[in-house]
T-cell receptor, first 113, second 115 residues
Framework: KNQVEQSPQSLIILEGKNCTLQ??????????LRWYKQDTGRGPVSLTI?????NTKSNGRYTATLDADTKQSSLHITASQLSDSASYIC????????????FGPGTRLSVLP | GAVVSQHPSWVICKSGTSVKIECRSL??????MFWYRQFPKQSLMLMAT?????????EQGVEKDKFLINHASLTLSTLTVTSAHPEDSSFYIC???????????FGPGTRLTVL
């Protein structure tokens, strides 16, 4: 069964600190992995997208890594800001799943002043 | 990235009434649109896949007669919640893609509250 798991479920950090969110998946055959940021009451916004051959991809203070062998990904946020408070969702596409998405449950990040 | 809009952004209705939610791709043609539902503190759950000019494909457990989907043009899909009940209260999000190999772009969501 295609599944995506994320940890931690929630995280609280102080402004300016770094943090790393984890994603494990069992989606096969793997097509690509995306990280989305979803603010409360808003739709998800894409942060990064990685294919099988990509190990890391950055978008400003966000850096995603992918280990296709262990089927793990991480999202590292550097120098967190209050506006980083949101849910971060890991989404994996399977080649034979019509490019539909398998969603992780998300990690809810709270950045405190 | 491409822009997807939803209308309305929020709606409150009485139990038993029907509510229509629109999803538009503003700067590209979307052959496929997706409708998701999201309950508080949960991730998105796919309800149905809508292909332009054909009937929508519903996920298991989603009542097609209750959640009517129409994708009559390449830029517009609508979701109608018929005979809404309080348990239908949720955050409904659409997404759109223009080919099987391109990224999905999400709308901002519609908050439905059924009294």
């Amino acid at each position: 069964k295609n599944q995506v798991e994320q940890s931690p479920q929630s995280l609280i950090i102080l402004e300016g600190k770094n943090c790393t969110l984890q994603c494990n998946y069992t989606v096969s055959p793997f097509s690509n992995l995306r990280w989305y940021k979803q603010d409360t009451g808003r739709g998800p916004v894409s942060l990064t997208i990685m294919t099988f051959s990509e190990n890391t991809k950055s978008n400003g203070r966000y850096t995603a890594t992918l280990d296709a062998d262990t089927k793990q990904s991480s999202l590292h946020i550097t120098a967190s800001q209050l506006s980083d408070s949101a849910s971060y969702i890991c989404v994996v596409s399977a080649e034979n799943y019509g490019q539909n998405f398998v969603f992780g449950p998300g990690t809810r990040l709270s950045v405190l002043p | 990235g491409a822009v997807v809009s939803q209308h309305p952004s929020w709606v409150i209705c009485k139990s038993g009434t029907s509510v229509k939610i629109e999803c538009r791709s503003l700067d590209f043609q979307a052959t496929t649109m997706f409708w998701y539902r999201q309950f508080p503190k949960q991730s998105l759950m796919l309800m149905a896949t809508s292909n332009e000019g054909s009937k929508a494909t519903y996920e298991q457990g989603v009542e097609k007669d209750k959640f009517l989907i129409n994708h009559a043009s390449l830029t517009l899909s609508t979701l109608t919640v018929t005979s809404a009940h309080p348990e239908d209260s949720s955050f409904y999000i659409c997404s759109a893609r223009d080919s099987p190999f391109n990224e999905q772009f999400f709308g901002p969501g519609t908050r439905l509250t059924v009294l």
